[in-house]
């Protein structure tokens, strides 16, 4: 940059300078206008500083604020929970555990009980259930030697992921012809 840039540069800056402003903008709104609350409260009936009087004498309790930011921790609550977790664990208990859920799959072909179950062991899973009865019974009236519904039965489970450990029901609820199931 030469000297005569640097002229040019002066002569527009004070050009620039000599340029009448323009004035600032004035507030159309009168100096003691009401705000809106102030309208609100008096289309309501009371004055504006009536509604902050009620406002400021409002205190909350120390205690409500407190409780409200930090919340409260039921102990008792998460230990028996915890004591719930710990008996759920236990295999020995929930083999003893009464079923949640039973179903009865006599007089059913094997298609028809495959699909019955599938949509059972969901149903029972969507509730959170933990043990479930399938009643399949003996095969004493099955056509031929073999039972059908029981291998039937135990192939399921098998493959089925949502299905833990099974075993036979107790004689009061079925012998052999029921299998209770624990879900995963």
Not at 99 to 122: C, R, S, Y
Not at 146 to 170: N, T
Request: with cysteine.
């Amino acid at each position: 940059m030469d000297f005569g840039d640097i002229l040019e540069q002066w002569d527009k800056e004070q050009k620039n300078k000599n340029k009448p402003k323009k004035e600032n903008q004035k507030s159309h709104k009168l100096a003691n206008a009401l705000s809106i609350d102030e309208k609100n409260a008096i289309k309501q009936g009371y004055s504006y500083e009536q509604v902050m009087q009620q406002d400021n004498e409002r205190r909350a309790n120390p205690m409500t604020v407190w409780l409200n930011r930090y919340g409260t921790v039921d102990k008792d609550k998460i230990a028996d929970e915890a004591e719930k977790e710990a008996l759920l664990s236990n295999r020995g208990y929930l083999k003893n555990l009464r079923p949640e859920a039973v179903i009865d799959l006599h007089g059913l072909t094997k298609d028809e009980a495959w699909q019955k179950l599938n949509g059972f062991v969901g149903e029972c899973k969507r509730k959170g259930l933990r043990k479930i009865l399938i009643v399949h019974g003996k095969g004493n009236h099955s056509h031929g030697s073999d039972p059908v519904l029981g291998p039937m039965v135990r192939l399921f489970i098998e493959q089925d992921s949502r299905l833990g450990s099974s075993g036979h029901a107790d004689r009061n609820n079925g012998g052999n012809g029921a299998t209770w199931v624990l879900l995963k």
